[in-house]
């Protein structure tokens, strides 16, 4: 069974971090490990850059046409080429995908009322057959989250979207979202586990409110569905991939 890792935040920003980070995946390199990744950040500055202007609604970019090409230029270039090429450093055979490789991930356009043709995707149909073939021949999959439509044009996922229909998919034994929060806080202090009926009772609380309601409940979905277990924590000293896998440190979702 597969363990999917998506990562964002200073893990993978931070040059130390992430070598710190790609060593610990190394580490576990006997275990069937896929990293996804996004990279809004770093769009948004080759936007700018180039004169266009990233641009939000409820939360969620809107991707123009041209924008897409930036998409593509920044996640499935530089910062997927980027990846690989640390993570070969670290010892680990890493091979670049995308969405739109094997099919990994198709989509359609989100449908935003008022607004002209939008790139940003949703996904509706994943399968890990290539995933399945690249770990079992011993590489290291790493997926950014560009994908395309049935007509064969761009889409921009978001990135834990991708993530999660592909440990969907693969019925995966773990789903590991990786950012800047150690995890779901109650007073203050990490909840360490959370099941169906205590994250609804947190929910009802007011524990657990604003945007993390929807990634809990996103997250509680994907287990029902067939994962494993999901867990949702930081990344901050060499080791901490082990704890997250471990349940040591983060929130796991049952």
């Known amino acids: 069974m597969m363990i999917f890792i998506k990562i964002g935040g200073t893990v993978a920003t931070n040059p130390a971090l992430l070598s710190a980070f790609l060593a610990d995946l190394a580490f576990l390199k006997d275990r069937k490990i896929v990293l996804v990744h996004g990279g809004g950040k770093e769009v948004t500055a080759v936007s700018e850059k180039l004169g266009l202007t990233a641009e939000f609604r409820d939360g969620i970019r809107l991707t123009s046409p041209a924008e897409m090409e930036v998409v593509d230029m920044v996640l499935g270039g530089k910062i997927n080429i980027d990846l690989v090429r640390r993570a070969r450093a670290s010892g680990l055979d890493a091979v670049g995908l995308g969405g739109q490789d094997g099919g990994l991930f198709t989509g359609v356009p989100r449908t935003i009322q008022g607004l002209a043709p939008n790139r940003t995707g949703q996904v509706t149909q994943a399968r890990t057959r290539l995933l399945d073939v690249l770990v079992a021949g011993g590489f290291f999959p790493i997926v950014n989250s560009t994908s395309t439509d049935g007509s064969g044009q761009g889409?921009?996922?978001?990135?834990?979207?991708?993530?999660?229909?592909?440990?969907?998919?693969?019925?995966?034994?773990?789903?590991?979202?990786?950012?800047?929060?150690?995890?779901?806080?109650?007073?203050?202090?990490?909840?360490?586990?959370?099941?169906?009926?205590?994250?609804?009772?947190?929910?009802?609380?007011?524990?657990?409110?604003?945007?993390?309601?929807?990634?809990?409940?996103?997250?509680?979905?994907?287990?029902?569905a067939g994962v494993g277990k999901v867990v949702i924590g930081g990344y901050q000293n060499p080791g901490d991939l082990v704890k997250l896998l471990s349940g040591i440190t983060g929130t796991t979702i049952l």
């Open 155 to 224: 889409l921009n996922i978001n990135a834990d979207e991708a993530a999660q229909e592909l440990a969907i998919a693969s019925r995966a034994e773990s789903l590991v979202f990786i950012s800047d929060i150690a995890g779901v806080l109650k007073n203050g202090n990490v909840i360490a586990r959370l099941d169906e009926q205590t994250l609804e009772a947190e929910i009802a609380a007011g524990v657990i409110a604003g945007g993390m309601v929807p990634k809990v409940r996103s997250a509680r979905q994907a287990v029902a």
